[in-house]
């Protein structure tokens, strides 16, 4: 976030990784301790969905770190969308638009850019060809 052009510069090409849990038979989002990182890392820089490659699974890990873990799939489906809704509504994407704008994006751009992580969310991530 120094300049505009160093912002467009880094567009979807960020990953993230958490290393040191490979014999940890929990998925990454049920260990506290990687929720926790996530949190304070988010409290600092809520910009993700700008920044991050849509090609990997950085952000859905992410994502996950914000939902309550451990519940039956009836539960996620209740549970989910809803907290989805309020993380990517409250949060997310106001923060994405900011640095829409300020790199310049157009009303076009950041309309494109919402429907890709949308498509992220519901299908995944994107392959690395696309």
């Not at 090609?55 to 996950?64: D, E, K, N, S, V």
Request: with cysteine; hydrophobic share 45%; proline share 6%.
């Amino acid at each position: 976030m120094q300049s505009p052009q160093t912002a467009q510069k880094y567009f979807e090409r960020v990953d993230i990784a958490f290393n040191g849990y490979d014999t940890d038979i929990r998925e990454l989002f049920e260990i506290p301790e990687v929720r926790n990182f996530a949190y304070q890392l988010d409290d600092q820089f809520p910009f993700w969905l700008f920044f991050l490659s849509k090609r990997t699974l950085a952000l859905q890990c992410l994502l996950f770190c914000f939902l309550p873990p451990f519940l039956t799939e009836e539960a996620r489906a209740r549970i989910f969308p809803v907290r989805i809704d309020q993380l990517l509504t409250n949060r997310w994407f106001p923060a994405m638009n900011q640095v829409c704008e300020f790199a310049g994006f157009s009303e076009q751009q950041t309309e494109e850019l919402t429907n890709h992580v949308v498509s992220y969310i519901i299908n995944g991530k994107f392959p690395l060809g696309a």
